[in-house]
């Protein structure tokens, strides 16, 4: 395996240059997307792609990228938390 795996870019799509990337990007959607049955889909989305990763020789990786997924949907379904974060 290579050391220079970037799980962002080969899973996600996100270049280097967008990294790291901020809980829009991360869940695929527009710059503070309001809608929330989108950010719920957008995370749906990408964990549902991550899943695929999961037992693989980068289950630590994909994880790691799960976790943030999780975390990125939490905080912007969530007005106040996504409030502050926007700003």
């Not at 999961?54 to 905080?75: D, F, I, K, S, W």
Request: glycine fraction near 4%.
């Amino acid at each position: 395996m290579s050391d220079n795996f970037d799980p962002y870019h080969k899973w996600l799509g996100i270049a280097p240059s967008e990294q790291p990337p901020n809980h829009y990007r991360l869940l695929g959607l527009n710059l503070f997307e309001s809608d929330l049955d989108v950010i719920e889909s957008g995370s749906d989305r990408q964990m549902a792609h991550l899943r695929s990763f999961q037992t693989g020789p980068r289950m630590r990786e994909c994880q790691r990228l799960l976790n943030e997924v999780a975390a990125a949907r939490v905080l912007l379904l969530n007005a106040q938390r996504k409030s502050v974060y926007d700003q």
